[in-house]
């Protein structure tokens, strides 16, 4: 490239966010599609090319991108590797064809041609010169050769425009006046359970037997085998670091705690340690080291919290004064939202003096517990520390340990989410639980995995959190439980229950979406087998995750017609259509519902004469269809949901060689 | 601003084109509305500013934005010169108001605000100590005391959030967070030419009185009266330069030109000089000047065509060779579009080895022509020359001579006329002769006036050139010349006719688009009074435009809602809503075609059951109307459009003041 000024122009290239500011998401073995507008002055015959490096690499692999239409141009590259790709997009004429085009134009329209084939010749002859190969060279000054002695000026056209030639010409092409895009851009590439995982949150102090005694990490090992049974991937884990006793919270987040209160997991920090302790009552280290490997024996991982929140117990209150807040009296700041006050936690002040001590300490933390075999970290309240302590921190932390996820749990305002996401955040919690009619989960879920957002946002749909108990959940009973997590685990390939779930608790505290006596602040036993619980249900529907590919996708949501306001019909496709899943859900927990929905049979290469199976994976049972419309019904004492895998009759008599015949 | 890191989250800021790379423009006089995300983690209350400067300022201008929802700031500027200006964003959590927020909660909540208040005076404290003016230390100071002096904490609290405390707090304000936009953002401010004008295009050599022989810049002199009657701005003049000899087309563009053919004058250049010389039968260059002079007497202006060929006798032929394309025998390669030949025309090498050379030559062509007197110039076929180039020679141009509008006669593909636009053309040639049909002229204008494009590109809405005699012209008589008057002229403010429009000349050669006898080739004598022609109906329209200030916007176009197939129903309405202009256009040339239109009196602020008045323009006819819904009817023998002014009566009986005593 030699050009001193852009001699193509390459714009709108795609994806590409806020300009190449913060990269897009990928997971390993995906391709990465992309496009751009490419054109140029004149009527020169344009090569792209798409350009693709792992991160730090200094050569770029080459993959041409074909034309679409109106100057667009696309193409594709594959990310093999859990790291940082970059890409770009390379352009420039190409003499040789353009003067390929040229004489097959003028030959056609009768004209002598002795200029332009010694032009050609000429193009041919450079060519060779530019050639770093021998055989190459050899090839090209063979084919200028070959030209000039061309019987005839039909013959030496012929030539001339053969695919051989412009192969061979290709090996040593003119990109004198290439032009590249102006920004390279990024691909943070994941390990596939940043988008296909499911999530269980469970307190470790309430796997107990006995009540009023604190649960232990040992305890979560014997629970194991039952949350893998159901299908689980992740256990999420709330903070489990030694709890500050000044001003410790009781039962329902009440100011003063009884001596047997444990007070709430996120005020971290006691004389036993801080945020690189575990919490005595919980067992050790190294009882929390042996469970890391007992769930990876089992495959499954654990994901810690990240809650940056100091009770005034914490040694880092003694060891760094300066990175809290103080008020004019001397006393530390504790957190407040005018006029609730949290007395029981210690903010950190990110914009301290020695504000890099500070953020180093935090990143060390985030070390520590790699170095004990943990890969996710689910962060409390990201959206009250700097955005750009979030870029730097999962930056420095995903250059050694690009397999590290973090989640975001910001419930904020729309953008400050986006921003997050943007700035790092492998995954980040949603407004999924308030989202429950079917203009509103349309709505969100078009916005989540058909728009911009896709490319960076993972949404990880909790059906609840030990904060969010929705009214939906507390007054549809057992039905509402089965229908939210159909949509959780149908919707979106990573989501999560929060235990207790399976078990349909709903008893919330009168007129708010906190669970009544919280695990936040208080030890729980639970009988894991109660009437009406829904462990079996949920274990079908991880078990059809895992067998269908289609649900292991983020952004092949398609919502369908469905002639009812609270039927919401919706289908995933693997990327080669080999699996396609369409799910109904009765989205009213109370009546019997039922109507027409309408399968997309077009998109799935299905003739509207033609009948094909909608094989339920819930019940089992296998449906006859034929044509777009079909009926459907749903009873809350049995069913609310089918997720149908739609299969074509493989064979038709005229599939059959001997139909040709 | 000392914040190692950003603190607030700028992102969206509108308008903003391809991430600041390029200009939005505007005309002297504009308002620049502005618009950005802004947040910041937590829960501090921001202070948004826009700043703005004149290019070459170092001070920035500060404008408060005001947050409308969801984080979206808004904010303007006046720009009142026609030169550049910069703009950008800067926010910066404010500590001050955000603790007059905390004390009224507090306060509010019944708590004890000791420490508060205690923090709140060294707030002031150490803003008087920021203060560089001393009226305003000790403005603060005086303050500070006040509150600590306060008698009791409600007396300290209603000082402490009274306005004047804010107030004098702003008078010193806290940045030391504060973070500015990553980019600086431009706005090219044209003169309002740019946007209002009516364009007439002549031949020079078709104004004199004698077949076959050329009319001259004093027969130009003569007929500019009768133009400026009609009401037109800009006079452009196809190229005035002399023309080449080799190679000269013929009528119709025939291969051989007889003896007295006078050529085309897009083949430029001969014996008698290049581009910037004028053709010796149109005159010398003092007559051109004089017409200059004239026009402007006349309060209009002359655009000329920049046509970057080269006949075979072009000076620069002869001195630059270099400049030129070469085939291998040594001749000069002419312009091809094979199979068609171009041998009149060199076209100029831009990439050639000493390609600064060949743009500083074009540059003082402009620079020539500016010496005499032009300020418009009309670029022909930009879209064959580097956009790098255009880019380089606009900027230098305006930046000594920022009147100057470039008009870029690009019919292409629409990625590369936007990609002209953006790169510094003033106004484009649009498809605007080839959307005919309801949908077609609709689809189209949202496009140009509603989207992106808005903010660069100014469709010039030419109803013919001497290239395109559109087949509704053709075939649909006067009535279909009225039809794109109205169109061209109310849905553009910019606008313009080639000569002969007015008589609504409609011979082309058959199955083409291409004037019979085209004054490319041929000088014309015309009867400017023959029978059935439209001058008068032209000298209204530019009448009206004038008149109204709501047809002299770009993006203020709304369609309305017309119950029939063939009326185009729009409207435009002033800033202030003190025009309202409703248009309903008939495009069916040949029938009678009525229906009912659908006025937009929401928008208007008229209430259903009043009555108002709306008066055409056109016919002078007023019409009584009530409610949304009105006839109209369109006869071709009469008038094809209606243009009303909307008027509601100015009172009722309630807007006297004596109506609420």
């Keep these: 490239m030699n050009s001193p000024f852009p001699t193509v ?88 064809r353009s003067w390929q085009h040229e004489i097959r134009k003028k030959h056609q329209a009768g004209q002598d041609l002795k200029s332009e084939l010694l032009e050609g010749r000429n193009l041919i002859r450079a060519a060779a010169q530019r050639a770093t190969a021998k055989a190459v060279r050899d090839a090209l000054e063979k084919l200028a050769k070959k030209l ?173 004064p300066e990175w809290f807040n103080h008020r004019p009296d001397g006393t530390i700041k ?29 990143q060390s933390i985030i070390e520590f517990w790699i170095s004990h075999g943990v890969k996710i970290f689910r962060v409390d309240n990201p959206h009250t520390k700097p955005v750009a302590f979030w870029e730097w921190l999962i930056g420095n932390i995903q250059k050694k340990n690009p397999e590290v996820l973090f989640l975001a749990e910001a419930f904020t305002r729309p953008k400050m989410m986006r921003a997050l996401a943007k700035a790092g955040f492998t995954q980040s919690y949603t407004y999924f639980t308030w989202r429950n009619s079917k203009p509103e989960l349309t709505e969100y879920l078009i916005e989540l995995t058909q728009g911009p957002m896709k490319e960076y946002f993972r949404g990880n749909f909790f059906a609840n959190t030990p904060d969010i108990l929705h009214a939906f959940l507390q007054e549809g009973g057992r039905p509402a439980f089965k229908i939210r997590a159909t949509l959780a685990s149908t919707l979106s390939p990573v989501y999560g229950i929060y235990s207790g779930f399976e078990l349909c608790e709903n008893k919330a505290i009168p007129g708010t979406e906190e669970y009544l006596h919280s695990e936040k602040y208080e030890i729980k036993v639970r009988d894991w087998n109660c009437a009406g619980h829904i462990k079996d249900y949920i274990t079908r529907l991880n078990h059809i995750r895992r067998e269908n590919p289609a649900l292991q996708e983020y952004d092949n949501l398609r919502f369908y017609r469905a002639d009812h306001d609270n039927i919401l019909f919706y289908g995933k496709a693997a990327p080669d259509k080999s699996n396609l899943i369409l799910v109904a859900v009765s989205l009213n927990p109370y009546q019997i519902t039922d109507g027409f929905v309408w399968a997309p049979i077009g998109e799935y290469g299905i003739r509207d004469d033609e009948a094909y199976q909608a094989h339920d994976l819930l019940t089992g049972h296998r449906y006859l269809w034929r044509g777009s419309r079909n009926y459907v019904r749903f009873d809350p004492r049995n069913e609310i949901a089918h997720i149908f895998r739609i299969c074509r009759w493989r064979k038709r008599e005229n599939d059959f060689d001997y139909y040709d015949m």
């Design 334 to 362: 504790y957190a407040e939202n005018p006029p609730k006050k949290y007395q029981d936690i210690y903010p950190l002040n990110f914009h301290c003096e020695n504000y890099m001590d500070l953020w180093k300490e935090m």
């Design 9 to 96: 122009i390459i714009e709108n290239v795609q994806p590409e966010i806020d300009h190449g500011r913060h990269p897009i998401k990928r997971e390993t073995g995906d391709t990465v599609r992309v496009s751009a507008d490419v054109f140029k002055d004149g009527h020169d015959i344009l090569m792209v090319f798409l350009l693709f490096r792992k991160k730090g690499s200094q050569k770029w692999n080459r993959a041409r991108m074909t034309l679409v239409n109106n100057d667009l141009w696309k193409g594709e590259f594959q990310v093999g590797e859990n790291t940082r790709y970059e890409y770009t997009v390379e352009a420039c004429p190409c003499v040789f």
């Design 148 to 320: 000039g002695a061309a019987p005839n000026q039909a013959a030496a056209v012929e030539l001339a425009v053969s695919p051989e030639s412009t192969d061979r010409m290709d090996c040593a092409p003119d990109r004198s006046l290439a032009t590249q895009y102006e920004r390279i851009l990024e691909v943070v590439v994941d390990r596939t359970c940043a988008r296909f995982a499911a999530w269980y949150e469970m307190f470790p102090r309430s796997q107990g037997k006995t009540a009023g005694k604190s649960g232990t990490f040992k305890d979560c090992e014997e629970h194991l085998p039952a949350i893998k049974a159901m299908g689980f991937d992740v256990i999420y884990f709330p903070p489990i670091h030694p709890i500050g006793k000044t001003h410790r919270k009781g039962p329902n987040n009440t100011l003063v705690a009884g001596p047997n209160d444990p007070g709430s997991c996120y005020a971290i920090g006691s004389g036993e340690g801080g945020h690189k302790a575990v919490e005595p009552s919980l067992g050790t280290l190294r009882d929390f080291d042996r469970l890391v490997k007992k769930c990876r024996e089992l495959d499954m991982e654990i994901a810690l919290d990240f809650a940056i929140n100091c009770s005034p117990d914490h040694p880092y209150v003694r060891e760094h």
